[in-house]
């Protein structure tokens, strides 16, 4: 069995998202399949190869405010439908961030919040 080396726990809620690398103008629509305080992984409208250990920006789109993230990628995977899979961690989060983070967290998946929460 494969040990878990997270930091934080990761949770399934999908927020839509726009994903800029450091370089460049043009912004990647996608959506969250999980996040953390960590960070996240998405589902990218795109089928541009991205290469890890890039920076950039993520803004996700939370139904009430909008936060924009200093990111680096760690990993991507070209998936069917020119769509991109991506994990990225989030640098420097500040406590402000993580306070609307778990506020979100705990209003959009709230049964999955308590059964993750007490299993940590």
Do not use: H
Request: charged share 30%; proline share 4%.
């Amino acid at each position: 069995m494969m040990q878990e080396r997270r930091k934080y726990i990761r949770f399934k809620v999908p927020f839509c998202v726009s994903y800029k690398l450091k370089d460049r103008e043009e912004e990647i629509t996608g959506v969250t399949r999980d996040l953390s305080y960590g960070g996240s992984r998405l589902l990218l409208d795109s089928s541009l190869e991205l290469l890890p250990k890039t920076y950039g920006s993520l803004r996700i789109v939370f139904p009430q405010e909008t936060l924009n993230f200093s990111v680096k990628l760690i990993w991507s995977k070209k998936q069917a439908d020119n769509k991109i899979e991506a994990g990225l961690s989030f640098i420097n989060l500040p406590d402000s961030y993580k306070e609307t983070l778990f506020r979100y967290i705990f209003k959009y998946a709230p049964q999955e919040f308590n059964q993750r929460w007490r299993n940590k």
